[in-house]
């Protein structure tokens, strides 16, 4: 869990950041470790992206300390699927053992069998797209009991653990499920919204085209959030915070993730507060970025130099990517927002 260190630092560079606009400091990092996944979603385009591991552990570790001195207080292992690395374990220690705060977001591949490596991790996030016909409809077969396992195995280890789910049309009916899976369990439950472009790119993320039965109406999508924010105020173990719901709730932009208009709940820090490291290396703002604009080479360049160089997205200020707006959330000092992962993260 964050600690109180950690927490003072962060608040400080916010405040800081807050008072010269000019500064900007990586606190937030999302680090992607392969594009190799064993899982074959519907909504993603891992098994067409997957290549030979760009990170070497030396290369991994190396670019952490650079990440560190460049003032990264948080990262979020991705992929790919992370548990594919037989190194996870050697590049959480080495995060955790420089003060930053470490989390891992897997399906739940091997971590019965590897669980010791994730004791570093200060929050693990599982996938879990909801009752096992729904998640291997989504996942594919199996990925259900791989999901439930996983979640056994650090819970006994007392490793904190979040189930993290995809909204789509094929789970939104099963929204109630889901939590009292994960209030049996004593964890949270986050929600996301389904990414996507609306034009064929190199990336994870799919072509709208591509998912269409899977992406919400703007009805359906309004139905779940009231519904995930009444179930929230009446207690339920619901992760989000409620300005991410909010901000999800009001969106107007119909089959769109971005918009350059700004919300009235946050301003946008990615490039100035948060970044991606892809998993080939590149640097960019925002996930959303990649295949837009032109990735910074942190093996090149060195980390602080890629940062220093990095560019915002033109033509973008909002968004629903659950990771951006939530951190975005936090760095805006949205008062709701710092209060509900104080509570969820203590």
Known sequence: MMNLLNTIGIGKEIVLMHLFLSRRVPLSVHVGLTTRCNSRCRYCRFDRLAAPDFWTTDTLLKVLEEMRGAGTRRIQFTGGEPMLRQDIGVALRRAKSLGIFTGISTNGFQVPERVEELLPADIVQVSYDGPEEVHDFLRGEGSHRTACLALDALQERGI?????????????????????????????????????????????????????????????????????????????????????????????????????????????????????LEADGKLYACGMGVGRMEGIDVLENGFAEAWRRLKPQPGCRSCTMACGVE??????????AIWNWAREMW
Request: hydrophobic share 40%; charged share 25%.
């Open 160 to 276: 904190p653990v979040w189930t993290n789910t995809v909204l789509t049309a094929a789970n939104t009916d099963r929204v109630e499920e889901i939590i009292e899976h994960a209030r049996t369990r004593k964890i949270p439950a986050n929600f996301v919204l389904l990414d996507y472009f609306q034009e064929p790119r190199e990336h994870f993320h799919p072509d709208l085209k591509e998912i269409a039965d899977l992406v919400l109406s703007g009805r359906q999508r309004q139905e779940a959030l009231r519904r995930l924010i009444a179930l929230k105020k009446a207690g339920a173990p619901v992760g989000g915070s409620f300005p991410y719901f909010e901000n999800a709730l009001h969106w107007l932009r119909e089959n769109q993730v971005t918009s350059p208009e700004q919300s009235p709940l946050y301003r946008c820090w990615a490039g100035r507060a948060t970044a991606h």
């Open 327 to 336: 951190a975005n959330l936090l760095f805006s000092l949205n008062p709701r």
